[in-house]
């Protein structure tokens, strides 16, 4: 049986349950940091968002700061309709927010191969 621990995401501190193999996969690409599904795709978001073509860790800074800031401005009172909220908001800002040109060449590039 797969050894369970609890991790931490270190963006949006959302605690899960996860082996040891699939933290140790999600450190390895996230620069040594563990985070969730959500934020994962929150910083693969705010790269296609940027109006200049960022790396993947100076996304995830950035949206490590934004989730700082969030956090700071007050304790939730009910943690799900928290995540609830923000899931909606990132859905939300990804529909309304058109691709960058580099990143819309890139993928139409993907889709030729």
């Known amino acids: 049986m797969n050894e369970v621990e609890l991790v931490k995401c270190e963006c949006c501190g959302l605690t899960e349950e996860c082996t040891v193999a699939y933290i140790a996969k999600v450190k390895e ?9 959500l934020c994962s795709e ?18 995830m800074n950035r949206h490590m700061n934004f989730c700082n800031k969030f956090r700071a401005l007050r304790p939730p009172v009910n943690p799900t309709e928290e995540l609830i909220s923000a899931v909606k908001h ?6 309304g927010t058109p691709r960058s040109s580099q990143a819309l060449s890139d993928s139409e590039r993907n889709k030729k191969q």
């Open 90 to 95: 990132l859905m939300l800002r990804s529909l």
């Open 29 to 37: 690409r996230n620069e040594g940091r563990f985070i969730c599904g």
């Open 42 to 59: 929150a910083v693969k978001d705010e790269i296609m968002r940027s109006e200049r073509r960022i790396g993947s860790e100076e996304a």
